[in-house]
C-alpha cells in the first residue's frame, strides 16, 4: 500500500574518526529509499556523537522496503565516507501508524564497525 514513511534521526553514536584527529569528524546522515529519493542532514561539526533530531518524510509505493543510512565526514574537498547500512521497515507496512525505534550498525568495508544511528521511524498509508 502507499503512504508516506515519517523518519526522526535522532542521533549517531561512536561514529569513526576519519579525519584522524581525536574525535573531530564533521558528520551528516544521508538517507535514502530504494536509491530513489534522498535527505541528508544537516553537518554536525567537531563530535563523533552527534545529535540530529531532524524529521524527513519518504513517498513509498507497495514495493519500496529498504531505508539507506549512509554517514559522511563533511571535509572542504571531499567528503569521507563513515559507514552506511540499510533497514528493512516491511515490519512497519504491516503495522500502519505505529512508531517503531531503530538502532542500525553503520559498516565500513562491509565488515568493520563505524558507529550506531538511532531512528525512530512510522509508516501512514495514504
Known amino acids: 500500500m502507499p503512504g508516506v514513511l515519517h523518519v526522526t534521526l535522532i542521533s549517531a553514536s561512536g561514529l569513526s574518526d576519519t579525519d584522524g584527529i581525536g574525535n573531530k569528524s564533521d558528520p551528516y546522515i544521508r538517507l ?21 533530531n531532524e524529521k524527513f518524510q519518504f513517498f513509498v509505493n507497495n514495493d519500496q522496503h529498504t531505508l539507506y543510512v549512509e554517514c559522511k565526514d563533511h571535509d572542504t574537498v571531499k567528503d569521507d565516507k563513515i559507514g552506511k547500512a540499510k533497514l528493512d521497515f516491511r515490519e512497519l507496512l504491516s503495522a500502519p501508524g505505529r512508531e517503531q525505534d531503530f538502532v542500525v550498525e553503520l559498516k565500513r568495508h562491509l565488515i568493520k564497525s563505524a558507529g550506531r544511528v538511532n531512528l525512530r521511524a512510522q509508516f501512514v498509508p495514504q
Open 32 to 52: 535514502s529509499v530504494d536509491s530513489d529519493q534522498y535527505q541528508q542532514s544537516t553537518t554536525k561539526s567537531g563530535t563523533v556523537n552527534p545529535m540530529y
